[in-house]
């Protein structure tokens, strides 16, 4: 929101687009390692726990180290690649962050294992507070440009990467050191097919953004980059779930349980309470995705919201966090081949839609329709491992409720929005709550029971 609006449209994605690169290759070089805490750290005594934190630590200092040095040397390469000649110093300015980052990878999983979570709280804000001090300040401050933002940002990645190694010891750090048993060769054979579908999966979440900075420039890139996002409190909520149900469903995938009995009713809590608190959201934004554009990053990136409303269609699958039960269950090839197929179809048919149709719309569009596909292919190995319809891997009849009377709702509010013009910074606060209000009210005959969710946040009572 800040660099949108002191940066040019042309620095600003300058600055998107290192991010992309590093995003990009961040996947090839963590070989599907991080959740190798999630799958082993539950099914390991506790006195070889710090020797398999320490080792698959130390790999990642490896795998950072030679993702610095490549990042620096072929610099000029990905420049030339993405047509942007000021990308190559950028790059180098920013290539010790890979060295810094990746021994963090992991940190969710040791955390959640021990029960640990409010540390990863305690980390995650202090490292985000970080981030946002070290890059925004130079540019506020000091008018700074995007390569003063890149130098902020890797003196945060320095101080985060301290904060991290500190933490990743905490849990056992008066545990005893015993030679874990989980050979590295365990490990690879556990996590190469993972590696092999994080490949796959770099070319579904690169494709679209390659495609866009290629053939239609910085300017449509950026306007792009600030519409193509999710939501950040659905990653929050998506990625505590997932975060915490990893080392539950390895746990009781190792203990051989009776799935459908003990899985299946945590699969389907998760699901509902998910959707109780992102689905209401999600058709909000959708409705006043112009304005939340505007407001975020000004007027100039009006644009945007074509992209957030498209990126939003994929934004409702986002509550069925379908990896770490596939990985527990030893599906990995399945996970694999899904993020194969999908990223094929991906390639071509972007290709396809940009010759014919010239459009950086139809790529988004493109990117949907893929992404849904993955999700259902995803959800139809869940169906199968439950023994159940694909129909009853989803609380329809739950969805159905959030989703008619938010749409009906949100529908007169737009329209009494469009007749009456209110500045945007009015428009957004006055319209969520009177939304919020009626949604709320009719919840009860409704039977959504939000009350399931807040009493354990107030009381800490086991969910």
Same mark, same amino acid.
């Given at each position: 929101?800040?660099?949108?609006?002191?940066?040019?449209?042309?620095?600003?994605?300058?600055?998107?687009?290192?991010?992309?690169?590093?995003?990009?290759?961040?996947?090839?070089?963590?070989?599907?390692?991080?959740?190798?805490?999630?799958?082993?750290?539950?099914?390991?005594?506790? &006195?070889?726990?710090?020797?398999?934190?320490?080792?698959?630590?130390?790999? +990642?200092?490896? =795998?950072?180290?030679? /993702?610095?040095?490549?990042?620096?040397?072929?610099?000029?390469?990905?420049?030339?690649?993405?047509?942007?000649?000021? =990308?190559?110093?950028?790059?180098?300015? +920013?290539?010790?962050?890979?060295?810094?980052?990746?021994?963090?990878?992991?940190?969710?999983?040791?955390?959640?294992?021990?029960?640990?979570?409010?540390?990863?709280?305690?980390?995650?804000?202090?490292?985000?507070?970080?981030?946002?001090?070290?890059?925004?300040?130079?540019?506020?401050?000091?008018?700074?440009?995007?390569?003063?933002?890149?130098?902020?940002?890797?003196?945060?990645?320095?101080?985060?990467?301290?904060?991290?190694?500190?933490?990743?010891?905490?849990?056992?750090?008066?545990?005893?050191?015993?030679?874990?048993?989980?050979?590295?060769?365990?490990?690879?054979?556990?996590?190469?097919?993972?590696?092999?579908? *994080?490949?796959?999966?770099?070319?579904?979440?690169? *494709?679209?953004?390659?495609?866009?900075?290629?053939? /239609?420039?910085?300017?449509?890139?950026?306007? +792009?980059?600030?519409?193509?996002?999710?939501?950040?409190?659905?990653?929050?909520?998506?990625?505590?779930?997932?975060?915490?149900?990893?080392?539950?469903?390895?746990?009781?995938?190792?203990?051989?349980? &009776?799935?459908?009995?003990?899985?299946?009713?945590?699969?389907?809590?998760?699901?509902?309470?998910?959707?109780?608190?992102?689905?209401?959201?999600?058709?909000?934004?959708?409705?006043?995705? &112009? &304005?939340?554009?505007?407001?975020?990053?000004?007027?100039?990136?009006?644009?945007?919201?074509?992209?957030?409303?498209?990126?939003?269609?994929?934004?409702?699958?986002?509550?069925?966090?379908?990896?770490?039960?596939?990985?527990?269950?030893?599906?990995?090839?399945?996970?694999?081949?899904?993020?194969?197929?999908?990223?094929?179809?991906?390639?071509?048919?972007?290709?396809?839609?940009?010759?014919?149709?010239?459009?950086?719309?139809?790529?988004?569009?493109?990117?949907?329709?893929?992404?849904?596909?993955?999700?259902?292919?995803?959800?139809?190995?869940?169906?199968?491992?439950?023994?159940?319809?694909?129909?009853?891997?989803?609380?329809?009849?739950?969805?159905?409720?959030?989703?008619?009377?938010?749409?009906?709702?949100?529908?007169?509010?737009?329209? =009494?929005?469009?007749?009456?013009?209110?500045?945007?910074? /009015?428009?957004?606060?006055? *319209? +969520?709550?009177?939304?919020?209000?009626?949604?709320?009210? =009719?919840?009860?005959?409704?039977?959504?029971?939000?009350?399931?969710?807040?009493?354990?946040?107030?009381?800490?009572?086991?969910?």
């Amino acid at each position: 929101m800040i660099l949108s609006r002191y940066f040019l449209k042309e620095d600003y994605g300058t600055y998107k687009q290192v991010l992309y690169v590093y995003n990009t290759l961040l996947t090839i070089f963590t070989l599907g390692l991080p959740r190798a805490f999630s799958f082993y750290l539950p099914r390991v005594p506790l &006195d070889e726990a710090k020797n398999l934190i320490k080792k698959l630590t130390n790999m +990642f200092f490896l =795998l950072g180290s030679v /993702f610095s040095l490549l990042l620096f040397i072929f610099s000029p390469q990905i420049a030339i690649l993405l047509k942007n000649p000021e =990308l190559e110093p950028a790059l180098k300015i +920013f290539s010790p962050v890979p060295l810094l980052m990746l021994p963090t990878m992991g940190l969710e999983g040791i955390l959640s294992t021990f029960r640990r979570t409010q540390f990863l709280t305690i980390y995650t804000i202090s490292t985000r507070i970080l981030m946002l001090l070290c890059v925004a300040l130079p540019v506020i401050v000091f008018k700074g440009g995007y390569i003063q933002a890149i130098v902020g940002f890797v003196i945060a990645s320095f101080l985060s990467f301290v904060l991290a190694l500190y933490f990743k010891n905490l849990p056992v750090r008066n545990a005893g050191n015993e030679k874990c048993r989980i050979s590295y060769n365990e490990i690879f054979k556990f996590s190469f097919p993972l590696l092999y579908a *994080s490949l796959w999966g770099i070319l579904i979440s690169s *494709s679209d953004q390659f495609f866009i900075s290629r053939y /239609f420039g910085t300017k449509v890139f950026a306007e +792009f980059s600030n519409g193509w996002l999710q939501l950040p409190f659905i990653g929050m909520i998506t990625g505590a779930c997932a975060t915490v149900l990893s080392p539950l469903y390895s746990k009781l995938a190792h203990e051989s349980v &009776d799935q459908k009995k003990e899985i299946y009713p945590i699969w389907m809590s998760v699901l509902e309470k998910s959707a109780k608190l992102i689905y209401p959201l999600l058709v909000y934004c959708w409705f006043f995705s &112009d &304005d939340l554009m505007i407001a975020l990053y000004g007027k100039i990136y009006e644009n945007s919201s074509i992209y957030f409303k498209i990126k939003l269609v994929v934004n409702l699958t986002s509550i069925m966090v379908y990896a770490p039960l596939i990985i527990s269950i030893g599906k990995i090839k399945y996970y694999r081949d899904i993020h194969m197929y999908t990223a094929l179809c991906l390639i071509a048919l972007q290709y396809i839609g940009i010759v014919i149709f010239k459009s950086p719309y139809v790529v988004a569009i493109i990117s949907v329709i893929c992404s849904l596909g993955m999700t259902t292919a995803g959800l139809l190995l869940i169906a199968k491992y439950f023994n159940v319809k694909l129909s009853q891997t989803l609380p329809l009849k739950i969805l159905l409720k959030i989703i008619v009377p938010s749409i009906l709702i949100l529908s007169i509010l737009r329209l =009494l929005f469009n007749i009456y013009s209110i500045n945007i910074f /009015f428009v957004l606060p006055i *319209s +969520f709550t009177i939304y919020t209000v009626l949604y709320y009210c =009719l919840s009860f005959p409704l039977k959504l029971n939000y009350l399931s969710i807040i009493k354990p946040l107030i009381f800490k009572t086991k969910i």
